[in-house]
């Protein structure tokens, strides 16, 4: 048994983190197993290292204890562009040029046929805009300087896969729908992995075998299990 920790050194460590990580231990401890910490930095513009520094202190505070040295992301980036270059030679990827504001705008469009609307858990989903694309024109935006984000094709990916399930130790046997967030991205010019990448990346490397998270992340689980299969990942269970 492997569970482990994963805060984001973007503030400071608050009520509902301090319970996901005693719940982490614990779980770990009561099976005899391992408990490790993992600093989800990625995000280098919100991430701090006083942050990072105060959420040693109060775990240490919280009388909790993990592996040393300390799992950090930004020391695993080669990684991710190995995961990601995997599932590029798939043809699961497509790049996506949309920006924010286009993406608004081209869903307030659908609003007003809202059968082309479709609402994930993060809220409407990416239209696919950018899916088809002539190749010409992909090309050559790609060899343009406009920058442009990854996103995983997901009907794509679940006809490569088949069905995709996981076991919730509090809800049993779970069927995976990842088609719930649509597109999702996978990386960006200039942050070269995600959320979403980046810990079913290290679940793996840390060889975790109960993630246990916070309810709010619950859905997340489609996603991770579809990139596991195309992975070719052990399957962690999972508890919330
Ligand atoms: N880093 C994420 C957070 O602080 C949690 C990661 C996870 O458990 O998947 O919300």
């Known amino acids: 048994m492997v569970t482990r920790f994963a805060p984001s050194p973007s503030g400071h460590l608050h009520l509902g983190h301090a319970y996901s990580a005693m719940f982490a231990q614990s779980a770990a401890e009561e099976r005899g197993g391992r408990f490790l910490l993992r600093i989800e930095d990625i995000d280098q513009d919100r991430c701090m290292p006083e942050f990072e520094e105060s959420i040693l202190q109060d775990l240490d505070w919280l009388g909790l204890s993990w592996e040393k040295p300390v799992f950090r992301q930004s020391d695993h980036l080669n990684n991710y562009k190995t995961a990601l270059d995997m599932l590029g030679q798939m043809g699961v990827l497509y ?121 709010d992340l619950r859905h997340a689980t489609h996603i991770h299990r579809l990139l596991q299969e195309l992975l070719n990942y052990d399957v962690p269970e999972y508890q919330f």
């Open 95 to 215: 790049p996506c040029f949309c920006t924010r504001k286009e993406i608004l705008a081209e869903i307030k469009g659908a609003i007003h046929a809202p059968h082309e609307t479709r609402l994930g858990p993060d809220g409407p989903i990416y239209p696919g805009s950018c899916r088809n694309l002539p190749f010409d024109e992909r090309q050559s935006r790609l060899e343009s300087d406009e920058p442009f984000a990854l996103r995983l094709n997901v009907t794509q990916a679940q006809s490569l896969v088949g069905n995709i399930q996981w076991n919730d130790l509090d809800k049993g046997l779970m069927n995976g729908k990842p088609d719930i967030f649509g597109d999702v991205v996978l990386a960006r010019k200039d942050i070269p992995t995600s959320y979403h990448l980046s810990v079913t990346v290290d679940d793996n490397l840390q060889k975790v075998t109960l993630v246990t998270r916070g309810e």
